[in-house]
């Protein structure tokens, strides 16, 4: 098959759509860890809403089984991208070269430490646009996730088809 050839695609026939009781299910654990990161930040006046938290709900609540979904994922994911752009952000250049570089050094090192979470991919370009501190890194990075990942292990496991984390370590 030629490179080009290889851009149609390989005719793989759709998935089937998923039962309405799991969409329902899906959409109100979505629902819920939003409304806890939502409102704990309207509340507390602390900044708990990450741009790519709604990306991380996703999988933690459509795709709870796969290693992104894994809570050492999320969290150090979170983590470990926010640190780089920080690091980038603060120490390289605040320039766009300096952005792509964090950015590309973060899903290395994610990949590196075991811990890639590709919502997390996005944080290195937040940290740049909004200018982040220090402070980025607890609030709302590392307390987002863990609230996000604290909500999916209560909500995931009422389901008697789930059982959320498959690890933890």
């Known amino acids: 098959m030629s490179y080009f050839q290889k851009f149609k695609g390989l005719s793989t026939p759709l998935p089937p759509s998923p039962p309405l009781s799991q969409v329902g299910f899906i959409w109100f654990g979505a629902f819920l860890a939003a409304t806890v990161v939502g409102s704990l930040a309207y509340y507390t006046k602390q ?35 926010t640190l780089t752009g920080l690091v980038f952000l603060h120490f390289v250049s605040p320039d766009w070269w300096s952005m792509a570089l964090s950015l590309a050094t973060a899903l290395s090192v994610m990949q590196l430490l075991r811990v890639p979470h590709p919502p997390a991919g996005s944080n290195p370009f937040i940290v740049f646009l909004v200018g982040a501190n220090w402070e980025f890194l607890l609030t709302p990075t590392l307390i987002g996730a863990i609230l996000l990942v604290l909500v ?15 690890y933890w370590l």
């Open 152 to 166: 999916a292990l209560f909500y995931n496991n009422i389901s008697k088809d789930r059982s959320y984390p498959k």
């Open 47 to 81: 900044p708990l809403v990450l741009g790519s938290f709604g990306a991380s709900i996703f999988v933690l609540f459509i795709l709870p089984d796969t290693p992104f979904a894994q809570p050492r994922n999320v969290i150090g994911g979170h983590f470990v991208s």
